[in-house]
């Protein structure tokens, strides 16, 4: 898999994506991600009880047993349809 990282600046909300010439896919999945690093819930977020219990438990799991974000993403989306 070949993988391309950059930083682009938005101008009148459009980015442009040049690959080198030897970049050999046919097809590509863009993800567009905001670089603000000030991201800040909003004031009134609270999680409820129930919200922070299993996340109190999660955090008790051993680390060889985490999945990365995406791929919890990937099995919601297969589970929920999300």
């Given at each position: 898999?070949?993988?391309?990282?950059?930083?682009?600046?938005?101008?009148?909300?459009?980015?442009?994506?040049?690959l080198p010439e030897d970049f050999e896919a046919?097809?590509?999945?863009?993800?567009?991600?905001?670089?603000?690093?000030?991201?800040?819930?909003?004031?009134?977020?609270?999680?409820?009880?129930?919200?922070k219990a299993i996340l109190d438990e999660?955090?008790?799991?051993?680390?060889?047993?985490?999945?990365?974000?995406?791929?919890?993403?990937?099995?919601?989306?297969?589970?929920?349809?999300?």
């Open positions: 898999m070949q993988a391309i990282k950059q930083t682009l600046t938005v101008k009148n909300g459009h980015i442009r994506i040049d046919r097809e590509v999945e863009v993800i567009v991600l905001s670089k603000d690093d000030d991201y800040k819930l909003p004031d009134d977020f609270e999680l409820s009880d129930e919200q999660r955090l008790k799991e051993p680390k060889e047993n985490y999945i990365p974000a995406e791929e919890s993403i990937k099995r919601l989306r297969k589970k929920y349809g999300l």
